[in-house]
């Protein structure tokens, strides 16, 4: 077994998981920027804010892989409570906002997108911006907006930083 086989074996859950996460979090970020930049759906605030654990999680995930696997076992694990908690955040972040979706219950009142730039006409200009509502979800896929799927995401990421605390 070489190395870099030992460091990612199942048996090694302290480097893997933080890994794990942050590979999640990378992955979660890339989508929601191609549904952003790619396929044209301009998130709302609520959707910018369930961004923020993940932006933190991709570098702690690595920090943390690589403390790990210098050996410091203690602060791995608290690393590792850190994304965990990072997660469910997240999990909070992203159910909030599918229960607003769902109308579960009510939304910030001012969810709106940001002010446009002004080109010296603001009034035409404010007339013609698309305003960017936080309870409606403009995708679904099997019945979950983007929303919904954070909510699965931010869940599983949680569920592998506590299997990474787990003893051998």
Request: charged share 10%; with cysteine.
């Amino acid at each position: 077994m070489t190395g870099l086989e030992s460091t990612l074996s199942p048996r090694r859950p302290l480097v893997l998981a933080p890994l794990i996460v942050a590979a999640g979090a990378a992955a979660t970020l890339a989508g929601a920027w191609f549904f952003q930049l790619v396929i044209g759906l301009a998130p709302c605030p609520l959707c910018l804010e369930q961004r923020l654990p993940y932006y933190a999680a991709v570098p702690l995930g690595l920090a943390v892989a690589l403390v790990a696997r210098q050996g410091h076992a203690g602060l791995a694990r608290l690393g590792l409570v850190l994304l965990g908690l990072l997660m469910l955040v997240g999990f909070g972040l992203a159910l909030y906002h599918a229960g607003v979706e769902w109308h579960w219950w009510q939304g910030p009142t001012a969810c709106s997108g940001g002010a446009p730039a002004t080109s010296g006409n603001l009034l035409q200009e404010l007339q013609q911006a698309r305003v960017v509502r936080c309870d409606e979800a403009p995708w679904r896929f099997l019945g979950l907006s983007l929303a919904g799927w954070n909510v699965l995401i931010a869940a599983t990421l949680a569920l592998v930083a506590a299997w990474g605390l787990r003893r051998r």
